[in-house]
């Protein structure tokens, strides 16, 4: 097991100074301590794989491409403009083969798409909205008709994200006021099966509040699981953390980040602590069986003009146990990412685009 607890995580930040060695090497893990007032350190010592983007799709449908995931073979695409939510291209040509999902409150309709994902089963697609508090099932056997089966959810607080986790079920993060909140599992109808404890950022100092906003409140957060929902890893953006939960949603440690970093609080005039966000760490997650793939910016908000610190050009990758095993270096900054089963494919949506390009990841051994 090769997870981290948040004590020896702590530890880490604390003491480590040296530099990080190859990245495939689990035995030799030395992370890099970051502050916030610095610019980060090179990825060269994780000896990063250097990936040349070819394009994929640029057809005219997308308005603001996003969530990415490989079904059934199909990329399907939120569409954050809403009109409509969602497409579905061919994985070879490119080409749209389907587009729905309109703006509104019936079945087929979304406020906005939070998350989308598998449930472990061949022919259906959840599609999560957290303002309607609910999923709706997609049939993609059928050219991506929507099927007007939905699971709302009554519990009290709200799930900040939640993503498809095995057959049938949903693995979220809960949050309640005033200021608590619990890792969850989900079944279809709605009701809660498993609950864990959800580690804010920050330490016990910080305000219960802050804490919980900047872990998964107005600062964001991202999920991914595994296919069949065997665990679900948590990626920070105000943080440079994963967690990673098993299936009935206990916290069994954190990843082996390159750069490991708490979250940042600034003192308001009052003296008290408020969530910040100096730099922006995990901008997005993927999962196939074997691997996580979570990409990466790091940067800091000051350091560009315009400030944006969410671009991202890293993807690290890690086992289900935790483990770092690589590290990718895409040719151009991107917003999101998705990746095909076998891990061998990878999808981005390049910043500031209405276009999708694609990397071949090379195998482990070459």
């Known amino acids: 097991m090769r997870l981290l607890p948040l004590l020896a995580l702590a530890l880490l930040g604390a003491s480590c100074t040296g530099t990080a060695s190859d990245a495939d090497s689990a035995s030799s893990y030395r992370p890099i301590i970051v502050s916030d007032d610095v610019a980060l350190p090179p990825h060269e010592s994780f000896s990063p794989v250097s990936l040349s983007s070819e394009p994929f799709s640029s057809d005219t449908v997308l308005g603001q491409p996003g969530t990415l995931v490989v079904h059934d073979g199909l990329l399907w695409v939120v569409d954050y403009s809403g009109e409509p939510w969602l497409h579905a291209l061919d994985t070879v040509s490119g080409r749209v083969a389907w587009s729905g999902g309109q703006r509104g409150e019936g079945p087929g309709q979304f406020g906005m798409i939070?998350?989308?994902g598998t449930a472990g089963t061949p022919g259906t697609l959840w599609a999560f909205d957290a303002n309607a508090r609910r999923f709706t099932a997609i049939d993609t056997t059928l050219g991506g008709i929507v099927n007007p089966e939905l699971v709302g959810f009554t519990m009290p607080g709200r799930l900040s994200r939640a993503t498809p986790f095995g057959d049938g079920t949903f693995f979220g993060l809960q949050m309640l006021p005033p200021d608590s909140g619990h890792a969850v599992v989900v079944d279809r109808t709605?009701?809660?099966?498993?609950?864990?404890?959800?580690?804010?950022?920050?330490?016990?100092?910080?305000?219960?509040?802050?804490?919980?906003?900047?872990?998964?409140g107005s600062l964001g957060v991202v999920l991914c699981a595994h296919p069949n929902g065997a665990r679900a890893a948590v990626a920070y953006s105000a943080a440079g953390r994963i967690d990673v939960f098993d299936s009935t949603a206990q916290h069994v440690g954190a990843a082996e980040v390159p750069f490991p970093a708490d979250a940042a609080f600034s003192v308001g005039d009052d003296g008290s602590l408020h969530a910040s966000r100096p730099r922006f760490w995990y901008r997005d997650c993927t999962a196939t069986a074997e691997h996580l793939f979570a990409l990466f910016s790091g940067r800091r908000w000051d350091d560009y003009d315009p400030p944006d610190g969410s671009a991202?050009?890293?993807?690290?990758?890690?086992?289900?146990?935790?483990?770092?095993?690589?590290?990718?270096?895409?040719?151009?900054?991107?917003?999101?990412?998705?990746?095909?089963?076998?891990g061998r494919t990878l999808y981005a949506v390049p910043m500031g685009e209405a276009a999708i390009i694609r990397y071949a990841v090379p195998n482990w051994g070459q």
């Open 114 to 116: 939070n998350g989308l």
């Open 190 to 216: 709605g009701a809660i099966t498993e609950s864990g404890e959800w580690p804010f950022l920050g330490g016990d100092s910080v305000p219960r509040l802050e804490r919980m906003l900047a872990s998964g």
């Open 312 to 342: 991202a050009e890293f993807v690290h990758v890690f086992t289900w146990d935790g483990r770092l095993v690589r590290v990718l270096h895409l040719d151009q900054q991107v917003a999101q990412i998705g990746v095909s089963a076998d």
